[in-house]
């Protein structure tokens, strides 16, 4: 994946990621996905990196992770269900055709 962002420092990319993060409410992973990296490097720009450049912005991106990680639990049991609803509806579907 070509990195469709330049920047002309790693604070600047934190910074960057981090204002992204607090317009949208975004985890780690979507965030990594729009700028084109990992999801390791993002957490360590918006905890550690963005902390000595910015203590405000941190506190504040630290309020979004914190939100995150309290439903992360929620989002995961949302995809469980959707994927086996996927599966029900899969199995039906199939034997609907083989019994006409």
């Not at 994946?1 to 962002?5: D, G, L, Q, T, V």
């Given at each position: 994946?070509?990195?469709?962002?330049h920047w002309n420092s790693?604070?600047?990319?934190?910074e960057a990621e981090a204002h992204y993060m607090l317009e949208t409410g975004c985890t780690v992973r979507?965030?990594?996905?729009?700028f084109g990296t990992?999801?390791?490097?993002?957490?360590?720009?918006v905890t550690e990196r963005l902390r000595r450049e910015n203590a405000q912005l941190w506190a504040a991106v630290r309020k979004v992770?914190?939100?995150?990680?309290r439903e992360r639990h929620l989002r995961?049991?949302?995809?469980t269900r959707r994927m086996y609803e996927k599966r029900?509806?899969?199995?039906?579907?199939a034997a609907d055709k083989g019994g006409k």
């Open positions: 994946m070509s990195n469709r962002y790693i604070a600047e990319r934190a979507a965030c990594a996905e729009q990992s999801k390791s490097t993002v957490h360590k720009d992770l914190g939100v995150n990680l995961g049991g949302d995809a029900r509806r899969a199995r039906l579907a």
